[in-house]
């Protein structure tokens, strides 16, 4: 079955960084978009960033960009996000995601905290 499977998370001070992994397994990888997404309490689960299946194509929230970055190791199955000069507003649960056959797609989420 398909499994998506984040680390990586953490608390760091504000300007610092983390790169967030996600292990996925049950599918063809290689064959799907991936997606970052993040809750912060009280809030909606937003969209963070987007790769194509062979990871030429990015896309951003515009509260990220220019901060974060989307990759993936289509070799290793990981989709990454890497995270520098965090902001407190940044603290929320990120969530890896993909869709196939119009059905979603969640890990379980790994908590981020930004904060001195």
């Known amino acids: 079955q398909v499994q998506l499977v984040e680390s990586g998370g953490g608390l760091v001070q504000p300007g610092g960084s983390l790169r967030l992994s996600c292990a996925a397994s049950?599918?063809?990888?290689?064959?799907?978009?991936m997606r970052w997404y993040r809750q912060a309490p009280g809030k909606e689960r937003e969209l963070v960033a987007d790769?194509?299946?062979?990871?030429?194509?990015?896309n951003y929230a515009d509260s990220v960009k220019g901060r974060f970055t989307i990759s993936r190791d289509n070799g290793k199955n990981t989709v990454y996000l890497q995270m520098n000069s965090l902001k407190p507003e940044d603290t929320a649960v990120y969530y890896c995601?993909?869709?196939?056959?119009?059905?979603?797609?969640w890990g379980q989420g790994t908590q981020v905290t930004v904060s001195s």
């Open positions: 995601h993909t869709r196939m056959r119009g059905v979603n797609y």
């Open positions: 790769i194509s299946p062979g990871g030429s194509r990015t």
């Open positions: 049950g599918f063809i990888f290689s064959s799907y978009a």
